[in-house]
C-alpha cells in the first residue's frame, strides 16, 4: 500500500493448497504483521488482527489472530445459474434488452436473444442469417 510519499504497508499473498483459497499477512511499515487476511474466492474473505507478531516459518502466517471480520462475501448464485455459464446475476443482467442503446447494439441481435433463451438452433439460424446479409451488403 502505497500513497505519494511512503510505504504505508505490505500485503503478502501466500500460495495454498486450494486454487480458491486465499490467504496473506497485511505488514506495516516497520515490518510487523498486523492483519491476517484469509477465505476463497468465490465464497468470501476476512481478517483478524494479529495478536503475536510471531509469524510461523513455514507457512509465513502469523501464530495468534483476534476476531475475523468479514470484507467481502459472493452473492448468491441465480437460480439455474449453470444453464448461464456459471454467470452471476450481475454478469447475467449485463446484457438484458435496453432500448436506450444504439441500433447497432450487439443486445438488439435477434441471435443472441434466441441464444441467452437457450435456443442454440434457432439462434444459429439467425447467425447465419446475418452473416449471409452483411456479406451480401
Same mark, same amino acid.
Given at each position: ?13 501466500? %500460495?495454498? !493448497? !486450494? /486454487?480458491?483459497?486465499?490467504?496473506? +499477512? /497485511? =505488514? &506495516? ?5 498486523? =492483519? !491476517? ?8 474473505? !476476512? =481478517? ?15 501464530? %495468534? $489472530?483476534?476476531?475475523?471480520?468479514? /470484507?467481502? +462475501? ?10 448461464? =455459464?456459471?454467470? +452471476?446475476? $450481475?454478469? @447475467? @443482467?449485463?446484457?438484458?434488452? &435496453? &432500448?436506450? /442503446?444504439?441500433?447497432?447494439? +450487439? ?14 438452433? %434457432? ?15
Amino acid at each position: 500500500m502505497l500513497n505519494a510519499t511512503a510505504i504505508h504497508g505490505l500485503l503478502l499473498l501466500v %500460495k495454498c !493448497s !486450494s /486454487v480458491h483459497q486465499v490467504t496473506g +499477512t /497485511v =505488514y &506495516d511499515r516497520n515490518r510487523l504483521p498486523r =492483519y !491476517s487476511v484469509s477465505g476463497t474466492w468465490d465464497a468470501g474473505v !476476512s =481478517y483478524s488482527e494479529v495478536l503475536d507478531s510471531k509469524i510461523e516459518r513455514k507457512t509465513h502466517v502469523p501464530c %495468534k $489472530f483476534g476476531e475475523a471480520t468479514a /470484507v467481502w +462475501t459472493a452473492n448468491r448464485v441465480p437460480p439455474s445459474f449453470e444453464a448461464k =455459464y456459471n454467470f +452471476t446475476q $450481475f454478469t @447475467c @443482467c449485463l446484457n438484458e434488452e &435496453d &432500448d436506450s /442503446v444504439a441500433p447497432t447494439d +450487439t443486445r438488439r441481435r435477434p441471435d443472441q436473444r434466441m441464444m441467452e433463451s437457450g435456443n442454440f438452433d %434457432k439462434a444459429n439460424e439467425l447467425k447465419v442469417l446475418l452473416e449471409e446479409k452483411q456479406v451480401g451488403a
